[in-house]
Nanobody, 122 residues
Framework: QVQLQESGPGLVKPSQTVTLTCTVS??????????WTWIRQTPGKGLEWVGA???????DYNPSLKSRTSISRDTSKNQFTLQLSTVTPEDTAVYYC??????????????WGQGTQVTVSS
């Protein structure tokens, strides 16, 4: 069974770039046809899809975040990474990584990490 574990700094200052890493075990991030996804949950706004990197290495981003978002992967470490630049307090959220079967597809068979809190504050 695949397992995902997020890691990141926890606290970042406004205007900085936050980098979060998802380490995957029990399955390869290059396996057809999975999409390795970042989702965040902000207080009062529910779940928000941030973006994803496909098994092929192609990426897709939330249009509202696209200018500040980059998702990449390290296949040798079986990890994928989210970089969110120029953060503001509105980016404060719990960030989850997940394995899905499509860029915008969610199902009961998705696998999720436990989430990591990111707080943007000076």
């Amino acid at each position: 069974q695949v397992q995902l574990q997020e890691s990141g700094p926890g606290l970042v200052k406004p205007s900085q770039t936050v980098t979060l890493t998802c380490t995957v075990s029990g399955g390869s991030i290059t396996t057809n046809y999975y999409y390795w996804t970042w989702i965040r949950q902000t207080p009062g706004k529910g779940l928000e899809w941030v973006g994803a990197i496909a098994y092929s290495g192609n990426t897709d981003y939330n249009p509202s975040l696209k200018s500040r978002t980059s998702i990449s992967r390290d296949t040798s470490k079986n990890q994928f990474t989210l970089q969110l630049s120029t953060v503001t307090p509105e980016d404060t959220a719990v960030y989850y990584c997940a394995r899905r079967s499509g860029y915008h597809t969610s199902s009961h068979s998705d696998d999720w990490g436990q989430g990591t809190q990111v707080t943007v504050s000076s």
